[in-house]
DNA sequence: GGAAAGACTTGGAAAAATATTT
DNA sequence: AAATATTTTTCCAAGTCTTTCC
C-alpha cells in the first residue's frame, strides 16, 4: 500500500502472456477522472490562440533548407490539417504494421491517382492506421481548401513530393524525425502541446463551427428539436470523417441495404404503372387496368394456417408432437411473408376500377413515397461506414454540445447517453452561449 | 541520448438493452 | 407479441506520450 499523488491508479499488475502492464483506474464518471478530460479540452481550447502563430511558423519552415526543420513543419502540417495520428515507430516483426503521420512510407502516397497528368497535385494516401483502420483518401493540394493562407497546399504538396523521391517503397517519407521530436518541437509553441492535442482541436472547433454554422441559417428557429437532432449528428459526422472513425458494415446490414433497394425499384415501377393507369383511362380503356389479385384468398388462407399452428402447439405433449407442431407454425409463418410480399407488391392497386382522381391522388403519394425511401437509403448508405461515437466519447469538447442543448432548448439526454451524462458531469453546468475558445482554458 | 517501461487515452467489435415496425 | 432495427454498454487491445533506465 502506498500513497503517490501523481498516479491515478489503484492497482497494476503484469498481464502473463505478452508481460504488459494493466492497471485498475477509476470509472469515467468519477469526479478525478472528470477533471483530467477538463484539462484535456482547455488544453486544446487554448490552441484556438496559438494556432495561428504554429500556422505562421510552419508556413515559414516549410521551405527551410534545413531537412529537419522542413520535415518538421511538413509533418506538422499534416498533423494539424489532415486530422492523422503522430504515428510512433513499433516492432513490426511482432505487431500489426500499421502507421501513422512520422512512420508513412513511400508506398501509402499515390501521387495523381487518376493518372491526370499535367499539372495535378493530387495524393491518394493510403495506409493502415490504428486497429488496421484503413485510410484512404485522396487530398487535393491544390484546392482552396489547403490555400487559404496563400499557397500552403501547394508547398506541402512539393515537399511530399521531394520526400518521395529518390527514395524505395518501403522507406519512410519523414526520414529526419520522429515523434518525440516532432512533439519536443511544438512544446516551444505551448506548454503541454504534443500531436494528439490537434485531433482534439480539430475536432472540437469543427463541431461548434458546424453547429453555429447551421443555427445561422434562416428557418433553424422553425424547426423541432428532433430535427435540430439530425443537423447535430451531421456536424458529428463530419467530425468522425475528419478523425477516419470507421466501422465494418455487418452481413445484416448489407442485406438491410439490399432489400431497401429493390423497396425502392418496386415503388417507382409502381409509379410507372400508375401513370400508365391515367393514360388508360383519359383514353377510356379503363377494362385494361389491373387489379388486385388472390390477396383476399391468401389473407384467408394465412390466417387459417396460423391458427391451426397455435392449436397444434397448445395441444402437443410429446416431443414429436412439438417438433410438427413447431414446423407447422413455421410454414405458416413463411406464408404469411409470402402476404405481406403480395400485399407490398400490389399495394398501388385497387380492387375495383379507380377514377382518374384516385389515380392521380395515389400517384403524388407515391412520388412523396419514393422520395423519402431515396433519401433514407442514401443516408444509410453515406454513413454505413462511419461511426458517431469515438469522437463523442474522446474528441468533442461536451460543454459545445450542452450549450447548443440549452441554445436550442434539446433535452441533453437526445445528444448524450446516459453513461456519457455521468461522465460529462463536469461539462453540464456551462451557460448557453459557452465557446469553445482559448479563453476557458483558465476555467 | 536512445530504448524500454510505465501510465493513461483512444478504438472498434460484440453483446446487451431499447425502440420501432409488423 | 414477435421480429427487426437501432442505440448503448462492455470489453480489452492498440495507440500516445512521459518518465525511467542503461
Known sequence: ????????WLATWKENINNQSKYMQLAAQSSFKGKSDRSKYNKA???CEKIVAIRKAYKRALKSKDDETKQLATATWVIDRLALRVGGEKDTDEEADTVGCCSLRVEHFHFDPNSEGGDNKEIELEFLGKDSMLFKQTINFGSDLYN???????QVFKNLQKLCSKKSKSEQVFDAINPSMLNNHLKQFMEGLSAKVFRTYNASKTLQDE????????????LTAAQKVVEYNNANREVAILCNHQRTVSKAQETQLESLGTKLTTLSNQRKELKRFLK????GKSEKIRLKKDEKKLAEAVAKALEKAK???DKAKTN?????ATEFDEKAKLKRKELTELKFSQAHLWEKTPTSDQVIR?????????TKSELDLKHKDDNKEVALGTSKINYMDPRISVAWCKRNEVPIEKVFSKTLRDKFNWAMAVEPDWEFNAKIANE
Not at 395515389?362 to 419514393?370: A, S
Open 362 to 370: 395515389k400517384l403524388e403519394n407515391w412520388k412523396k413515397k419514393i
Open 1 to 8: 500500500v502506498r500513497h503517490d499523488p501523481r498516479s491515478q
Open 45 to 47: 481550447a487554448r490552441l
Open 280 to 283: 388508360l383511362l383519359n383514353a
Open 320 to 324: 414429436e408432437e412439438k417438433i410438427k
Open 311 to 313: 392449436k397444434m402447439k
Open 211 to 222: 453547429l453555429r454554422k447551421k443555427e445561422e441559417t434562416g428557418s433553424w428557429n422553425n
Open 148 to 154: 487559404e493562407n496563400n499557397g500552403m497546399g501547394i
